[in-house]
């Protein structure tokens, strides 16, 4: 078993698609089932045995700390860690995705998970086991892929039969799938970043997934439960509906 690794959340996002509820409550603290949708990350997260925690912020990122604090006092789990990067309160504005991990890698190890706080999973098992077997392997990242929603039609990656995620040409009419935000990362792959992002610079995580996709670095799997990105009022109200 390998040792457990710290997971990185990212929740510095505007939310603008979201408002007006995003006007005063920070996106990953919308919520879903009774629970803010970082919420069932953290004890997702923890049931794991994942308890160091990074959060990056910008947009109302003291709503979220001052929530997270909170929730380690009630939830059960007073061993979970809070690390925060508070690109907001740093730059004025957020970092977009590689760029916010760049200045939050002297947080995190030399391998971690990552995903986004809003998206809504409540199926998924962040285990030990897949720790392992990508640190065993030699892969910069591994992605948890699924179907592609009624959103994104045409999908983010494709997959090959062993495993290797393929960043397609336009027109390749291989099959797409939607990158669901979940992923395990070695620090490597944003070693074209500064170490820190002291900076400020705003990097899409995207071309540096393709890059290495084009190098055979990055591995991926399907992920078949339920998933939903959390990104309009419609979504939100849907996954509230009573059952």
């Known amino acids: 078993m390998s040792p457990p690794i710290p997971a990185m959340i990212l929740a510095a996002g505007r939310g603008e698609r979201m408002r007006p509820l995003t006007d005063t409550c920070p996106k990953p603290l919308l919520q879903v089932a009774g629970k ?12 794991g045995g994942f308890h160091e925690l990074v959060v990056n912020t910008a947009w109302l990122g003291e709503k979220i700390s001052n929530h997270l604090g909170l929730l380690r006092t009630t939830s059960g789990h007073e061993q979970l860690s809070f690390f925060y990067s508070h690109e907001g309160d740093d730059f004025g504005y957020a970092l977009e995705t590689a760029g916010g991990i760049a200045r939050a890698l002297p947080l995190l190890g030399d391998v971690f998970w990552l995903l986004a706080a809003d998206v809504f999973v409540p199926g998924f098992e962040f285990s030990p086991q897949a720790v392992s077997r990508f640190m065993a392997g030699d892969k910069l990242a591994h992605l948890w892929l699924v179907p592609n929603p009624p959103h994104n039609p045409r999908g983010d ?35 074209s970043l500064p170490f820190g992002n002291s900076q ?21 799997e399907i992920y078949a439960g339920a998933w939903t990105d959390v990104g309009t009022p419609a979504r939100l109200a849907e996954l509230n509906q009573p059952t």
Not at 36 to 47: E, G, K, Y
Not at 170 to 190: K, Q
């Open 200 to 220: 400020g610079l705003a990097v899409a995580l995207a071309p540096l997934l393709r890059a290495a996709m084009d190098r055979q670095q990055v591995s991926a």
């Open 36 to 47: 803010a949708l970082i919420d069932w990350h953290v004890l997702a997260l923890a049931r």
């Open 157 to 191: 990656f494709g997959l090959d039969a062993d495993g290797q995620a393929l960043n397609l040409p336009a027109g390749d009419a291989a099959p797409r799938y939607t990158y669901s935000t979940i992923g395990l990362y070695r620090r490597e792959l944003f070693d």
